[in-house]
């Protein structure tokens, strides 16, 4: 019997379980990045967003921006797990040659909207896909998932003033607020504090949740409360590498590679 990607606990499980053996494979990096939103991507490609494998490029789907780009493992693992590409396509991740490069790439990658790694830009190119919905397919909804570290960029601020301002409410923002960024705590970087103040001062709804909790995420997701044409900013709590113990609140998995004992290690404590 095929295993039920609706699940998003299981596909949660398998987006964790393919991204350690890409990561492996290519001695690359970012687990801990890739692990801290997997729950949010498997909510969203469980079933909440509107969008079709056989049919990437629907006029009317839904559009998902993951602007913390170097969690590319996580993005492709989870398309390849609901049927965008094969799963044969996550054996070639970073390899010269081969679609899925090590950060999130359009090209040649079907159910990926835009290329993104250079941190700051996602919501931006949000913003501009949700006008054009609101103009031409109001059914339509944007997300962007957003890393804690990436609002240190100026640009982000720019682009939730203009969402407030123009009332796009299609548009749902997702920060993956773990805590860690590439040289530190975020508290100790450039601190984010009042966080969900700043996203009401521009004129945004805005809730804290449990980015580990399935059904906390999708009822966010699902809330209809908000105010007219407010866009919404899912700020949710996570933990960088989530999922192996010996990952989680370890800023080193931000850039480490698993070898093959710590690879065995944690595939087998994600299937316990």
Known sequence: MPTDMSNPATLAKEVRRAVLGMVHRANASHVGGCFSMADILAVLYGGWLRVRPDDPAWADRDRLVVSKGHAAAAVYAVLSKVGFFPDSWLDGYCEDGQPLAGHVSSTGVPGVEVST?????????????????????????????LSDGELDEGS?????????????????????????????????????????????????????????????????????????????????????????????????????????????????????
């Open 156 to 272: 982000i601020w720019e682009a939730a003033l203009f969402a407030g301002h123009h009332k796009l409410g299609q548009l749902t923002a997702i920060i993956d607020f773990n805590k860690i960024q590439s040289f530190g705590a975020v508290t100790d970087v450039l601190c984010l504090d009042p966080l969900a103040d700043k996203w009401r001062a521009a004129n945004w709804d805005v809730q804290e949740i449990d980015g580990h909790d399935h059904a906390a995420i999708a009822a966010a997701l699902a809330d209809g409360g908000r105010s007219a044409g407010a866009p919404r900013a899912l700020i949710a709590h996570t933990v960088k590498g989530k999922g192996v113990s010996f990952m989680e609140n370890d800023l080193a998995w931000h850039y480490k590679s698993p070898d093959t004992a710590q690879l065995a290690a944690a595939l087998a404590e994600l299937d316990a």
């Open 117 to 145: 790694g250079s941190l700051g830009h996602g919501l931006s190119i949000g913003c501009g896909l949700a006008m054009g919905a609101q103009r031409t397919c109001p059914e339509s909804r944007t997300v962007v998932i």
